[in-house]
């Protein structure tokens, strides 16, 4: 299983990126997908999930209400729209791969395969 995180870039506070992530392999659709972060100086911290079906989207609480996880599971890929995008909201964005099928958790170890990162730069 390979993933390929792409859509990150620079922008100003308030603006809007959407991230999308790329799976290889036939089984992309039996698992849970997550988003994660590392700001400077932080540990890798949870963003969102979603569970295998879509159905269930799970956020950490600094962004509810403006980031959007989703799945298109006919194309292998993840999604992360971030709207009102913040100084804070600046890290490294990594794609995961659950190692179950439902969504929620935001334990590392609850995921066994990683994308390399995309860096999203928000300037005040």
């Known amino acids: 299983v390979q993933l390929q995180a792409s859509g990150g870039g620079l922008v100003q506070a308030g603006g809007s990126l959407r991230l999308s992530c790329a799976a290889s392999?036939?089984?992309?659709?039996?698992?849970?997908m997550g988003w994660f972060r590392r700001s400077p100086g932080k540990e890798r911290e949870f963003v969102a999930s979603?569970?295998?079906?879509?159905?269930?989207?799970y956020y950490t609480d600094s962004v509810k209400g403006r980031f959007t996880i989703s799945r298109d599971n006919r194309k292998n890929a993840l999604y992360l729209q971030m709207n009102t995008l913040k100084p804070e909201d600046t890290a490294v964005y990594y794609c995961?791969?659950?190692?179950?099928?439902?969504?929620?958790?935001?334990?590392?170890?609850?995921?066994?395969?990683w994308g390399q990162g995309t860096q999203v730069t928000v300037s005040s």
């Open positions: 995961a791969r659950g190692r179950h099928g439902s969504g929620g958790s935001r334990f590392l170890s609850e995921y066994d395969y």
């Open positions: 392999g036939r089984t992309f659709s039996n698992f849970a």
């Open positions: 979603i569970s295998w079906n879509g159905i269930g989207a």
